[in-house]
């Protein structure tokens, strides 16, 4: 099974921007599609963006499309979220996640098989 790894999170204000890295390791060429997903302290994890990995197909949420943007390499089994625009009600844990079946649905978390244990990410205001 593959082993993701979330590292870039951090403290940073309002308005700012972070990259997020998800980088995998182990039995990664069966992953068919990444994504990433947050959860706030008392909300339900919420899906973010996930891209297809062969071919780079993207899709988001409305939540941040337009302020996020997720993209993989493929020589570094390396999936990145792009933050800009930071706002405090984007403070939450962030996962990164994988899947390997070819379904078309990529937004629940059902839907993914293989999850990192996620970075904190704090906007103040």
């Known amino acids: 099974q593959v082993q993701l790894v979330e590292s870039g999170g951090g403290l940073v204000q309002a308005g700012d921007s972070l990259k997020l890295s998800c980088a995998a390791s182990?039995?990664?060429?069966?992953?068919?599609?990444a994504g990433w997903f947050r959860q706030a302290p008392g909300k339900d994890r919420e899906f973010l963006a996930t891209v297809i990995w062969t071919g780079g197909s993207t899709y988001y949420a409305d939540s941040v499309k337009g302020r996020f943007t997720i993209s993989r390499d493929n020589a570094k089994n390396t999936v990145y979220l792009q933050m800009n625009s930071l706002k405090p009600e984007d403070t939450a844990v962030y996962y990164c996640?994988?899947?390997?079946?070819?379904?078309?649905?990529?937004?629940?978390?059902?839907?993914?098989?293989?999850w990192g244990r996620g970075t904190q990410v704090t906007v103040s205001s």
């Open positions: 182990g039995r990664s060429g069966s992953t068919y599609a």
């Open positions: 996640a994988t899947k390997r079946s070819r379904t078309y649905y990529y937004t629940s978390i059902n839907d993914y098989d293989n």
